[in-house]
């Protein structure tokens, strides 16, 4: 960027006076004239005229004043990191990064990551003193992160105030919240675990929506009796994180935690037995009632129509609009209108245990200042990315990206509204708002604001590692299940288990 010309000052204006026999009383006119220099620095230069009723006297007084600002030089350089690898994702990630350095002068570094290997690539160039400026990552890291001293919460919390903490989802906020008050790192987008079911069957046989433990349940004998089909359709392989993240969900909804705010393992509760009962219950009696189950199973039986009820990710919404050609939903109804199962099915993020709730198990990434970063330009970049380059992020893939910021000050719902009207699909494009209603989006982001994980609000990021790669719950399920052990005898040896994987963390 070209230096800016210094502007030249106007020529004094010259003051008239008229004279007076009573005593001067000076009258001080301040005009201010502000000289660009250059991008970091205004100039500001104050003429004081000082007008004496003397006659034909005038006194002229120059005072220049530098005002430094902390703004950011043009042509500087950061680097970004991202998750999102995939060619098509990463062109457009590129666009709006072109767009900020356009708008600011700042050139920015796009470096593809794969999510399986960022930590220990963090890791390594934490210790070359080479992180990236900023890092955009899934909530699994955030704590690990903080604690080794990747993120800078300062600035990160900065960010959020500038933006304004209410526009964003308080949920995608709390689990990324330190002691003393402030966010490891900035929502970004994020996607929570659903219930959908038929809502033609239920208004057809008078069912109340399933947003209760209770709810479900009826909900799944009275469909799997009067039309045949399996009632509810979740996860039990024991070896699958989809019957980990579908039982997680059920136990979030009855306030059942893996570990206290002081670290303290807290599965042998009346919260998580009550749970842990209720899900093999409901999978024995109303459900696959086998022990393969996962993400695949149940989407085909839903599709088909022979499931009045599926646990799934958003990533199912394309789908169910008929964008995707190879799972393209096929029940009777469906072969007219491939859309139909789209505009017949109700949609529950966060539903209520006996005990607790309403709770929905969230996945949220998140956009990370790192600690050597340049910090004036990240902000920027991550300010930018939350607001003009918002709706060009999530329209990388919407059906996964729902906004953690749901709009600004001035508009609160300006990023939900704009969500839903951005195409999704893979090989059709549709706005999602052309297939689902204004209240069944609306219900899918607002349900963030309850967005829940185990162990994450606790800082416990590096003992849910150990639990999603062990699968001690899915294998208590499968257990219990298969009437290998009572549910009281699984919660008593997850307990051990879980305080077995914290102690060898540990050590």
């Not at 009258?27 to 250059?38: A, D, L, N, P, Y």
């Not at 979740?234 to 989809?242: E, I, K, L, N, Y």
């Not at 696959?288 to 088909?304: C, G, I, K, M, V």
């Not at 990710?313 to 008929?322: C, H, N, R």
């Amino acid at each position: 960027m070209k230096r800016l010309a210094l502007v030249a000052l106007a020529s004094l204006l010259v003051l008239s006076v008229i004279a007076a026999c009573a005593t001067p009383t000076p009258q001080v006119i301040k005009e201010t004239v502000v000289v660009t220099k250059e991008v970091e620095k205004v100039v500001t230069k104050e003429v004081e005229k000082v007008v004496t009723k003397e006659v034909e006297k005038v006194v002229t007084k120059e005072v220049e004043k530098v005002v430094t600002k902390e703004v950011v030089k043009p042509g500087e350089t950061i680097t970004f990191w991202s998750t999102e690898n995939q060619p098509a994702r990463a062109e457009k990630t590129q666009m709006i990064i072109d767009k900020f350095t356009e708008k600011t002068g700042i050139n920015v570094e796009l470096v593809l990551v794969d999510e399986n290997a960022i930590d220990s690539l963090m890791a390594a160039n934490q210790a070359a003193g080479t992180m990236p400026d900023v890092v955009f990552f899934p909530l699994d890291f955030a704590a690990a992160w903080y604690a080794q001293g990747v993120l800078d919460a300062n600035a990160a919390t900065a960010v959020v105030n500038a933006l304004d903490a209410q526009t964003f989802s308080q949920g995608a906020l709390n689990m990324v919240k330190t002691e003393d008050g402030k966010f490891m790192a900035v929502p970004s987008d994020g996607w929570g675990q659903l219930l959908i079911y038929r809502q033609d069957w239920f208004d057809e046989l008078g069912l109340d929506a399933p947003t209760t433990f209770e709810k479900i349940m009826n909900a799944a004998k009275v469909i799997q009796e009067k039309k045949g089909v399996t009632g509810i359709m979740a996860g039990t392989d024991p070896g699958q994180v989809f019957t980990q993240q579908s039982f997680e969900h059920f136990a979030l909804a009855n306030g059942a935690q893996v570990v206290d705010a002081n670290g303290n393992i807290t599965v042998d509760t009346p919260e998580m037995l009550e749970a842990l009962k209720f899900y093999t219950d409901l999978m024995k009696e109303y459900g696959p009632n086998d022990t393969a189950t996962y993400w695949l199973q149940s989407r085909a039986a839903y599709f088909a129509g022979e499931a009045g009820m599926v646990v799934w990710s958003p990533f199912i919404l394309d789908e169910m609009a008929g964008l995707r050609d190879s799972v393209l939903p096929n029940c009777p109804e469906c072969k007219e209108d491939p859309a139909y199962l789209a505009k017949n099915s109700g949609v529950v993020p966060a539903f209520s245990g006996p005990a607790d709730g309403p709770a929905q198990y969230g996945q949220v990434s998140y956009m990370g200042i790192t600690t050597n970063a340049k910090t004036e330009a990240a902000q920027e970049f991550v300010k930018f990315w939350l607001n003009e380059g918002y709706l060009d992020w999530l329209g990388v893939a919407p059906e996964g990206k729902f906004p953690m910021r749901r709009g600004t000050p001035e508009d609160p719902e300006k990023f939900i509204k704009g969500w839903g009207k951005l195409e999704a699909g893979v090989d059709r494009k549709a706005p999602l708002n052309q297939f689902y209603s204004e209240e069944v989006l609306n219900t899918i982001v607002q349900g963030a604001n309850n967005f829940d994980r185990w162990g994450f609000p606790y800082g416990q990021g590096e003992l849910m590692g150990a639990i999603y790669s062990e699968l001690p719950f899915p294998q208590a399920i499968a257990d219990v299940i298969e009437g290998n052990m009572t549910a009281e005898e699984a919660i008593k040896e997850l307990q051990a288990t879980i305080e077995d994987i914290k102690a060898g963390l540990e050590k």
